[in-house]
């Protein structure tokens, strides 16, 4: 099981920091992910991380103002969010995987409830 916390209604130019528990057996050999989902779209990749955090990678328009991070002795993923911007608005979902990470949302078996984050002024 996957849960998101840490969304909220910021100004743009803001950060937020989302965070995402798992239980269960396998978080320390998962990838995992986060996606984000506006009204009507499909689920968008916004960052990943191998289970050794020794790869990640990002979305064009997310590089150098996210960071995704892990800390595999607590069971949680991280996405620091900094200089939002209003088209950051969007439902965030974390996501994880058995093996090597994929930006593509049907590779994902498990998903959290997501968080919703407004960036508005």
């Known amino acids: 099981q996957l849960a998101e916390s840490g969304g909220g209604s910021v100004q743009p130019g803001d950060s937020l920091r989302l965070s995402c528990a798992a239980s269960g057996g396998t978080f320390n050999t998962s990838a995992m992910a986060w996606f984000r989902q506006y009204s009507g779209k499909e689920r968008e990749f916004v960052a990943a991380?191998?289970?050794?955090?020794?790869?990640?990678d990002y979305a064009d328009s997310v590089k150098g103002r996210f960071t995704i991070s892990r800390n595999n002795a607590k069971n949680t993923v991280y996405l620091q969010m900094n200089n939002l911007k209003s088209e950051d608005t969007a439902v965030y979902y974390c996501?994880?995987?058995?093996?090597?990470?994929?930006?593509?949302?049907?590779?994902?078996?498990?998903w959290g409830q997501g968080t919703q984050v407004t960036v508005s002024s």
């Open positions: 991380i191998t289970w050794s955090s020794r790869t990640t």
């Open positions: 996501a994880s995987k058995l093996g090597y990470y994929s930006d593509y949302h049907l590779d994902y078996p498990y």
